[in-house]
DNA sequence: CATTCGTGAAGACGAAT
DNA sequence: ATTCGATTTCACGAATG
């Protein structure tokens, strides 16, 4: 929406250069596959032969929801990429021609290639900030598609740049990094679980934990034990429970905890499960279906760990109803 | 009839090797 | 990389009301 137009104006001075005999190679090999990078007539710089949009701005998904952007730390205004290394550094033209002019042989051709992939991923920030820049957009992007206040955003970017700071990125793809960032940040500010982040992400779960077990260790985070509890509020108003439910519920749950039967289990199953316990005590009704299609937790899982909640708090499941 | 309960096979997970 | 134990899910039929 608002993004489009704010975001076109910081690309303006480069068009102006396009025809120019500027030619540096950043502008056109494309990072991916180092195919030619083009300028379309949708005005991005985009690769002919993997189709990847060069024009970082382009990348930007999903409505800003934020109203004050400036207190979003977004990625930063790509301030002067060109010229971050003072012209120092080496740079290998794209026409495959020697100093003589003479062309170039395959294999001279395909050496020259290599150097200037490697020359260009590693001595150029450029690379940094568009990882940067997809990463900060596949974060926004799934928190706002999760409803998410910005201050797990903000975490979430926080992570990911410590994360791209130490090359932990390295074999992981961004989008998967980008998830576990924003599992980790959900998790601090005790919000969603992998369950529900899973549909909005780009990647399946096992590429997401192992990302987010990856960041946990590399980075020390220090993540607080998963807690039922959390997920209480948001389903029990999805199933139209009372407060009532809720607090019994909760209640439930910390008799579980006591009783050291909670770790190990998927704490999404076990507030179903605590909520479908606390349930047949209350005025509010909900069958084992219509808990599993809220909390995507099977029936029989919801049997079972209300059973455990029960038993835990000294019911034997048979004496209720 | 709707709901709940229990079971066995199969998959996914974390931890240990 | 594989193996292990515990957990979860699926598909089903039985029991309950």
């Known amino acids: 929406m608002t993004a489009d137009s704010s975001i076109r104006t910081s690309n303006n001075q480069r068009t102006g250069h396009q025809q120019t005999q500027d030619a540096s190679p950043s502008e056109n090999i494309c990072p991916e596959c180092d195919g030619q990078v083009v300028f379309t007539a949708e005005q991005e710089y985009t690769c002919e032969d993997c189709g990847l949009v060069v024009d970082e701005n382009n990348i930007d998904r999903g409505p800003e929801h934020s109203r004050h952007d400036d207190t979003t730390p977004r990625t930063g205004r790509s301030t002067t990429p060109r010229l971050h290394d003072k012209g120092l550094s080496t740079e290998i033209g794209w026409e495959n021609r020697d100093s003589h002019g003479n062309t170039l042989s395959s294999e001279q051709r395909s050496k020259a290639r290599r150097l200037r992939r490697w020359n260009q991923r590693y001595s150029n920030r450029d690379h940094l900030d568009r990882n940067l820049r ?185 004496t209720v109803r």
């Open 134 to 318: 997809q990463a900060l957009g596949e974060i926004d992007r799934m928190a706002a598609s999760l409803g998410l206040p910005t201050a797990v955003r903000e975490t979430a970017s926080v992570i990911y740049r410590r994360a791209l700071e130490e090359d932990l990125v390295r074999g992981y793809s961004i989008e998967a990094v980008a998830s576990a960032a924003l599992l980790a940040a959900s998790r601090q500010h005790a919000q969603r679980s992998i369950r529900e982040l899973v549909p909005c992400s780009r990647v399946d779960q096992q590429a997401i934990r192992r990302a987010h077990r990856n960041l946990n260790e590399e980075l020390g985070l220090e993540l607080p034990p998963p807690d039922p509890c959390d997920h209480l509020d948001r389903y029990a108003s999805d199933l139209g429970f009372s407060q009532q439910t809720v607090t019994q519920a909760a209640d439930f749950l910390e008799g579980v905890k006591a009783a050291g039967k909670h770790s190990g289990k998927d704490p999404v199953a076990l507030a179903a499960g605590a909520l479908y316990a606390a349930q047949l005590f209350t005025r509010d009704h909900a069958t084992q279906a219509r808990i599993s299609d809220s909390t995507d937790v099977s029936e029989v899982s919801i049997r079972k760990h209300y059973q455990r909640v029960l038993k835990c708090n000294g019911i034997e499941p048979a």
